[in-house]
C-alpha cells in the first residue's frame, strides 16, 4: 500500500513537472520563431543595405567619370591628367552642351529612388503619421479657404443685389 502511495507521488510529482517544461517549451519555440523573423528581416535590411552601396558606388564612378568628362571640355585638365590651358568656355566647347550624361542622371534617379523606397519601407508607421500630420494641416486650411471662397463669392452677390435694388430706387415708376 505505501509503495502504491509512494509511486502516485512520484508519477503526480512527475506530471507537475511535465506541464511546467511543456510550458517552457511552448515559451521558448515562440522565443526561437520571433529571433528567426527578426533575422530573416535584418537579412534583407543588409542585402538592400549592399544594393545600395553597390549602386552609390557605380553612381559615384560614373559621376567622376562625367566630372573629369567635363574638366576636359572646359580646359581645366587634358587627357593625361596635367593641367592645360585655360579657355573662355564659350569659345571651347562649341555646340556642346555641358549636361550630364543620361547614364550619369538615369543611375543617380534610380539611386534616389531606391533610398526613398528603404527609408519608406523601414518605417511605416511613421510614414503613416506623416500622412495623418499633413491630413489634419491640411484640413483647416481647406476650411479657410472655402470660408473665403463663400465670402467672397457672397460678397459679390450681396454687391449685384444691392447694386439692382439701388437701381430699381432710382428707375421712376411709370403709372398707367
Known sequence: MRYIAELERKVQTLQTE???LSAQLTILQRDTNSLAAENSELKLRLQSMEQ?????DALND????????LKILTGQTNLNGGPMMKFPSSSYRGSQPLYPSNQAMQTLLTAQQLQQLQIH???PQHQLHQLQQHAQQEQPQQQQQLTEDLKISGGSMLASSQKENASDLRTPVSKD
Open 62 to 69: 560614373t559621376l567622376k567619370e562625367e566630372i573629369h568628362h
Open 18 to 20: 511535465a506541464t511546467s
Open 52 to 56: 545600395q552601396v553597390h549602386l552609390q
Open 121 to 123: 519601407s523601414q518605417n
